[in-house]
T-cell receptor, first 108, second 113 residues
């Protein structure tokens, strides 16, 4: 059964730091992997989508990579800002299975 | 921009009531999804629909049903609300294309007393 894990559950960093968020999956049949951001009490906003045949996607200060052989995706955030504070979630198989998210806090 | 609209932002219902949560998308998406989100448990899939009048059970369908009579609308029904159904409910949609991302509504915070 496919399981998606995001560790750590929470992360606090000072402003300006580059950081990496992790998403692990147990079955390489992911079809695609999507990263989301969620602000408190709100819905999810799509950040990046990587198809299973791709290795990475970039959007602004965000870069998502995918390594199916190791069952891992990372979301790299460059030069973090307080406005990046949110919960970040990953999902596989067209959104059928989600990780539990990493709550990011960027301190000024 | 794709818009997914959930009819209520906050809802308070009594135990035993029949509850309807409505979701409408404006981009002619074939696939629609209902999730609930609870602290410590993350997002869990309740039901999804590949197209009009089609429905598939997700991981936690018990106590819920759905209706998809029109392509743009996907309704989640709590037949007899219980306190353990107090949660944030999120609706999402996408096309059938492989590179189509999921788009979410803003969620409905349901409290059952």
């Amino acid at each position: 059964k496919q399981e998606v894990t995001q560790i750590p559950a929470a992360l606090s960093v000072p402003e300006g730091e580059n950081l990496v968020l992790n998403c692990s999956f147990t079955d390489s049949a992911i079809y695609n992997l999507q990263w989301f951001r969620q602000d408190p009490g709100k819905g999810l906003t799509s950040l990046l989508l990587i198809q299973s045949s791709q290795r990475e996607q970039t959007s602004g200060r965000l870069n998502a990579s995918l390594d199916k052989s190791s069952g891992r995706s990372t979301l790299y955030i460059a030069a973090s800002q307080p406005g990046d504070s949110a919960t970040y979630l990953c999902a596989v198989r067209f959104g059928l299975i989600f990780g539990q998210g990493t709550e990011l806090s960027v301190k000024p | 921009d794709v818009k997914v609209t959930q009819s209520s932002r906050y809802l308070v219902k009594r135990t035993g009531e029949k509850v309807f949560l409505e979701c409408v998308q404006d981009m002619d998406h074939e696939n629609m999804f209902w999730y609930r989100q609870d602290p410590g448990l993350g997002l869990r899939l309740i039901y999804f629909s590949y197209d009009v009048k089609m429905k598939e059970k997700g991981d936690i369908p018990e106590g819920y049903s759905v209706s998809r009579e029109k392509k743009e609308r996907f309704s989640l029904i709590l037949e007899s609300a219980s306190t353990n159904q107090t949660s944030m409910y999120l609706c999402a949609s996408r096309t059938t294309e492989h590179n189509s991302p999921l788009h979410f509504g803003n969620g409905t915070r349901l409290t059952v007393t």
